[in-house]
């Protein structure tokens, strides 16, 4: 194995490793898939992170060749493996009967390995960055969870093991041969060749329909299970489009024009959206509503910036009008969004970039605020990204037999997405089709996240165009029930679709209301009303939620302390200053197990550790800070103990912030 390799030897004390080197695993079990076509699967039993007596997780890759993908135009003399990274955690409780549920994390770009380990998964990362902490609200309590790093690049997921460097001033990633610093860290990744990941979420959804049939038809345990999928912030671009590919496939098999000695019928059962952007259209006119007009009672844009950000959705050749014509282009150029047409994708690159630009940055650029969370500084602490450090340890990646460095959220998958303007191609259709086919659809938002945030939120499950559409939008708001002293938020629903508010919550629930978030989930997945988890919906399709038809009525005030810095070299665009990441660029700065805890005048900077997330001050909330909870030891003694002195000479910096990246 191989960690990252700066050129001082002062990192080597913190836990990086430079021994041995990444190559085939002789410790892995292939089963060649029933599919053929040689797609494989090679995976191990892992012992990391899920240390609950009896519960064997296992990890490894789905191996497609490229050639099963007409997007990727190769042939037998030119084609390359498509291996990618999963970890499947098998039901705490019953995982014969449990059912079955596929994690998507958003990006585009962003491992949902990654989320594992961060906040509904069955681990935290505990601040040593070595050893972890069982989850009580992980989402593998009664079901069976399978986190896949989608699409190439993202996590663990490569085409071709090849030498590199990782530059943490700016999160871009370099295949090649290069001299290494302690900025710019060696390792191993896939070759970053922008035409081998998938680009758009319609091939996203082509890889990841063959990913599934070859594991659901040879992994153990999971055979005859109906499919799940929930996805967090780009994943409600991914999660329907996914889905709705499945159902076309189903219908496609069923009309023979399938191949049904290979593939084989995937029953679906839901879709879960927490703080998903769906259709741009929807959420652009939220932007500076939720600035201005928010429950918290905060006015954070200037009036002429609010004005303007409004004025640029609905003027005369704004982004309302711009969007349709992308579109528009889209349907007559590339119908089935391939990312292929240049003029399409030109066209629609500019459309998304102008747009995001004139409403969504204004935010940003105005407040310093946060984008993921209105209470939060724009260098946002949270959630910790312990897990970054943890998965490019060398005994991890030995124990999940990965064959490459960990990689959370590498910028050329995100900017190959936003170069074909995928973001504002996408639209309300999947959900409609799903919602249509009787798929549960269960869409929540943390009402503190800004980027896709619930206003926006709300009016997709308002427009959307369904059978049972009328009844939904007469629904009224009632509170979520998450335990005897606590209620999380509002919902509405008709039926099994519906949509809620969390109170208190940022672009990822989970960290600051994790019981709330588990309670949705698990309700949703057993087919309970969101509301108390008491209501029957196979016994009860007509239920209906009665209250105010809006949630305005719930009101509160934001946090009135800003969470403490902690900038990580892991992600420095994001939660670094940009004094910090100077600091760091000319050698002036402490690093503590990645952390940056001294500036540049030698004043502490306290780490940001959220070892006390809680949904309120009842008893039950107790559980989220290890009270009567087991503790996974995962430690190997080796990982980031001394303080390092960075010596470095005068840096130019390139600083770019993804905005949809999310957990």
Known sequence: MRGFLPASALFLSIGVVSSQ???????????????????????????????????????GYVRIPSTLFPFYATNETNAWNLSTFFWYFPAREDPANAPFAIYLAGGPGESSVFTAATDSGPCSVNKDLNTTTLNPWSYNNHVNMLYIDQPNFSGYSYDEVTEGHFDILTGNIYPGPGEANDTFWAGKWGTMEPTRTAFTTQNTAKILWQ??????????????????????????????????????QNEALKAGEVDSTRYHHLELDTLGLLNGCVDLTLHLPSYPEMANNNTYGVKLLPQDVYESAKNNFTKDGGCSQVIEQCRQLGVEGDPENLGLNNTVN???????????????????????????????????????????????????????????????????????????????RQNLSNLEYLLDNRVNVALAHGDRDYVCNWIGGEQVALAAEYKGADTFRSAGYVPVTTNSSYEGGVVKQSGRFSFTRIFQAGHSPASPQPETVYEIFMRA???????????????????????????????????????????????MSQTCTPEQIMAVAVGNATVDKFLFVQNPGGDPVLPYQDDTATNSTSANSTATSGGGAATGTNDKNGAAGAVSHLSLGAFTMLIGVSLFIGL
């Open 21 to 59: 080197s990444f190559g085939p695993r002789d410790d892995l079990t292939t089963i060649e898939s029933s599919i053929g076509q040689g797609v494989s699967i090679s995976h191990k039993r892992t012992t990391v992170c899920e240390t609950t007596p009896g519960v064997e997780a296992r990890a």
């Open 211 to 248: 990913v599934v049939q070859a594991f659901t038809a040879d992994f153990p345990g999971v055979q005859n299970k109906s499919i799940s999928i929930w996805g967090n912030s780009y994943g409600g671009y991914f999660a329907p489009g996914a889905l709705a590919y499945f159902q076309k």
């Open 346 to 424: 030109e066209f629609c690159a500019a459309t998304m970039l102008d747009c995001l630009t004139n409403t969504e940055f204004a935010l940003m650029a105005v407040t310093g605020r946060s984008s993921f969370d209105i209470s939060h500084p724009l260098a946002d602490p949270v959630p910790p990204i312990n897990a970054m450090g943890f998965f490019n340890q060398e005994w991890v990646q030995q124990d999940l037999g990965a064959a490459v460095n960990f990689s959370w959220a590498p910028n050329l998958v995100t900017n190959s997405f936003f170069a074909v303007g995928d973001t504002v």
């Open 525 to 571: 997945m057993f087919h309970n009303d969101i509301a108390t988890g008491k209501e029957d919906l196979n016994k009860n399709a007509a239920y209906v939620t009665e209250g105010p038809t809006d949630s305005w009525g719930w009101t509160d005030t934001l946090p009135a302390d800003l969470p403490e810095n902690a900038c990580s070299l892991w992600w």
